[in-house]
């Protein structure tokens, strides 16, 4: 998501086509495949870069442990993909560019059947070998917080020439984002999988613009520190929201199963906690309890009385 900063605001940078004559900040967040936000940061401007997703995975401390990393295009390079697998995760953006997407092969003698043509690069196994267990420090290093995703580059590149280790991880990211690409193009449900995700991302996005009224998306806060916690206050709140739906949505299921309502499965799992039609986002705010929630127990339910309800 992105925000206008104000002019003195140093963590900030140009874009005329989404802060106009002004700049701006772009807020990186993540979301589970369970709806709870995982973490976020702020980044000046609109710089995509992956490696931001790498720090946000790298830092976030929930109990979850993210396996799959659904993204868009998220300027993603063969070195990511590689440096994603050597940490554990599956780096699955949606590649804008599939169609003009290079493949590499292992074996430049073998026959790949109709792939041939297009598997025009040949990875070179022999660099990984030589540099595996360097590649294996360096994914150790980022795992443990000895190293953080924003001095990557430097470690990688001497001079903007990449260095040996990054030329190993080069290589092993264009073999990964080669099964990645071929995935892709075969398989229907990892597809829709990841449509699903960047969906459920969006809707949450929408419930945030919601919710931010106030400055009207604009961040007021001129330094990076009041930003991130105005922001993170921000993805406090949507959780709050989403965790309060997910409750009353289950409470609405067990009453409609308790008065004989035959539920299929399949139509819960396409329900969304991401809902805000209810919510008032104006007005006055009311933070006394009523006595019964102040004991634990949850509101009634409201009886729908309408199409609208619906």
């Known amino acids: 998501m992105r925000f206008l900063a104000p002019k003195t605001a140093v963590h900030a940078g140009p874009n005329a086509r989404y802060f ?15 709806y709870s936000g995982l973490g976020a940061m702020v980044v000046p401007g609109t710089l995509r870069d992956s490696l931001a997703i790498l ?5 976030q401390e929930t109990e979850l442990d993210p396996i799959q990393i659904m993204t868009d295009t998220a ?6 993909f590689g440096l994603f697998w050597l940490l554990g995760y599956q780096f699955c953006p949606r590649l804008a560019d599939i169609g003009g997407a290079r493949l590499w092969r292992v074996d430049k003698n073998a026959d790949y059947g109709p792939l041939g043509e297009i598997a025009e690069g040949k990875i070179n196994t022999k660099l990984i070998i030589e540099n595996w267990e360097d590649l294996i420090r360096f994914a150790g290093s980022l795992k443990l917080g000895h190293l ?3 001095g990557i580059m430097r470690i990688l590149q001497v001079r903007d020439r990449p260095t040996t280790l990054a ?28 449509l699903v995700q960047l969906n459920r991302q969006e809707f949450r996005h929408r419930l945030a613009r919601k919710i931010y009224h106030g400055d009207r998306g604009e961040v007021r806060n001129a330094l990076r520190q009041g930003q991130a916690e105005q922001l993170g206050a921000l993805g406090l709140v949507l959780n709050a929201v989403t965790h309060w739906n997910a409750i009353y949505m289950q409470e609405a299921i067990t009453k409609l199963s308790n008065e ?5 499965p399949s139509d819960i799992s396409r329900l969304s906690p991401v809902l805000w039609r209810h919510i008032n986002f104006l007005g006055r705010y009311d933070i006394s309890l009523p006595e019964s929630v102040a004991q634990g127990r949850l509101r009634p339910l409201r009886d729908p009385t309408s199409a609208w309800d619906f």
């Open 167 to 194: 030329k190993a991880l080069m290589h092993l990211g264009r073999l990964i984002k080669t099964l990645h690409v071929l995935n892709y193009i075969d398989d229907v449900d990892f597809r829709r999988s990841i």
């Open 20 to 34: 106009g004559r002004g700049r701006g900040v772009t807020w990186y967040n993540m979301l589970s495949d369970q």
């Open 148 to 150: 953080k995703a924003e």
């Open 55 to 59: 720090a946000l995975l790298l830092d």
């Open 260 to 264: 004989g309502l035959a539920i299929d």
């Open 75 to 80: 300027a993603y390079s063969d070195a990511v």
